[in-house]
């Protein structure tokens, strides 16, 4: 069985905190994606990863940035988290002209 | 850049009735389609998707939607809902422009389905 894991379900963490969200993914998927979803404006997509060490910005990269060190790990970074980055942090990961699979979500209060 | 909308923020029904869920996409190019449901407190899931061929596309749970390429859209339908469907509904399109595009996908709003028995 496919599986996306994210490191937290739940976090709450204080403004102007660095903020570290984890995903792992066992499918040797080449594609790794961070989105945001909020209630009204869906998924927006954040950043996205097509290999090791590459990236590209996604629809809302301000005040986010990534890593990926390996295949499979994805790491979404809030260098100063603010209030209003408070939302549902989506990870996903997917083969190259293939379709993705999230994982279950990591809820994120700044308070 | 691509865009997606889907027409209803929420729709409430009784079993038994037929659904349809409204999706357009405003990208001109080849694109992949999907819809995605969302069941309360779980994770997204796959309902259905379109690559090629045949447009009326069959998914999970008795779900299917029509890829009518003229307008745009891939409205999601069910025959007959039942309780269990309750959940959020995401239509989601990847434009596969040079069959590059990484499977980076443009998410509508979503639509909040409420079935009541």
């Known amino acids: 069985d496919v599986k996306v894991t994210q490191s937290s379900r739940y976090l709450v963490k204080r403004t102007g905190e660095k903020v570290f969200l984890e995903c792992v993914q066992d499918?040797?998927?080449?594609?790794m994606f961070w989105y945001r979803q909020d209630p009204g404006l869906g998924l927006r997509l954040i950043y996205f990863?097509?290999?090791?060490?590459?990236?590209e910005k996604g629809d809302i990269p301000e005040g986010y940035s990534v890593s990926r060190e390996k295949k499979e790990r994805f790491s979404l970074i809030l260098e100063s988290a603010s209030t209003n980055q408070t939302s549902m942090y989506l990870c996903?990961?997917?083969?190259?002209?293939?379709?993705?699979?999230f994982g279950p979500g990591t809820r994120l209060t700044v308070t | 850049a691509q865009s997606v909308s889907q027409h209803n923020h929420h729709v409430i029904l009784s079993e038994a009735a037929s659904l349809e869920l409204g999706c357009n996409y405003s990208?001109?190019?080849?694109?992949?389609l999907f819809w995605y449901v969302q069941y309360p407190g779980q994770h997204l899931q796959l309902l259905l998707k379109?690559?090629?061929?045949?447009?009326l596309v069959k998914g999970i749970k008795g779900f299917e939607a029509e890829f009518i390429k003229s307008k745009f859209s891939f409205n999601l339908r069910k025959p007959s809902v039942q309780w269990s469907d309750t959940a959020e509904y995401f239509c989601?399109?990847?434009?596969?422009?040079?069959?590059?595009?990484?499977?980076?996908?443009?998410f509508g709003q979503g639509t909040i389905l409420t079935v009541h028995p």
């Open positions: 996903a990961s997917s083969r190259s002209r293939g379709w993705g699979y």
């Open positions: 499918m040797d998927h080449e594609n």
């Open positions: 990863s097509y290999d090791v060490k590459m990236k």
């Open positions: 990208y001109g190019g080849t694109v992949n």
């Open positions: 379109y690559f090629s061929g045949d447009p």
């Open positions: 989601a399109v990847n434009s596969n422009a040079g069959g590059t595009s990484y499977g980076k996908l443009t």
